[in-house]
């Protein structure tokens, strides 16, 4: 699934969550935690050195090529639980051990925002070709729906253009017109 799938829907699900659980962090903290969203969303992918970020660098392909060999190689430890609750512990631990206590709180509305999107992102690869390692280092890959292939999403595919983000962005106007006020209110 390319990255801008997986930033349209982990920003769908940052949104619907906070349709759920409101809260009002004021406007620079309620940008940043979009930002946020959008970076998780993407942060599985960095066990691929072929990654936005790692073409992005100067030296970014061989940074990729190490961070794919400690990993274990493209989708394994970070789609799997064990690297969504690593990852989630680490920088938890990070913010509270390292950040003065004042930021803390606010910091914490980021890691929420961070593990929304780095959370939807395996959530979403579970519905394409290749599925998820959840129960990695098991090697069994979950695929949804069990069907046939030709309906799975490859990247870049008329299934994942079309179907996938067409069902992301009706979705996403759904939600801002059954939820337009409530929304507002988180930015205040």
Not at 61 to 72: D, E, V, W, Y
């Amino acid at each position: 699934m390319s990255a801008i799938t997986h930033q349209m829907i982990a920003l769908l699900t940052a949104f619907w969550l906070l349709t759920i659980y409101p809260l009002s962090a004021g406007i620079i903290i309620g940008a940043l935690s979009i930002v946020a969203v959008m970076i998780g969303a993407l942060t599985p992918d960095l066990d691929q050195p072929t990654a936005n970020i790692w073409r992005r660098l100067l030296g970014g392909r061989a940074l990729g090529n190490i961070f794919q060999f400690f990993s274990g190689g493209h989708r394994h430890v970070t789609h799997s639980l064990i690297g969504i609750i690593l990852i989630g512990y680490l920088l938890h631990q990070g913010i509270t051990t390292f950040i003065n206590p004042a930021f803390v709180p606010s910091m914490l509305v980021l890691w929420r925002a961070f593990m929304i999107g780095y959370i939807s992102h395996p959530i979403a690869d579970t519905i394409t070709d290749r599925g998820v390692p959840w129960f990695w280092p098991l090697h069994i890959n979950i695929k949804i729906p069990p069907g046939p292939e030709e309906l799975r999403v490859t990247t870049d595919s008329i299934v994942e253009t079309l179907l996938v983000r067409g069902a992301v962005i009706i979705s996403f106007i759904l939600l801002l017109i059954s939820h337009w006020p409530a929304l507002l209110l988180l930015f205040r």
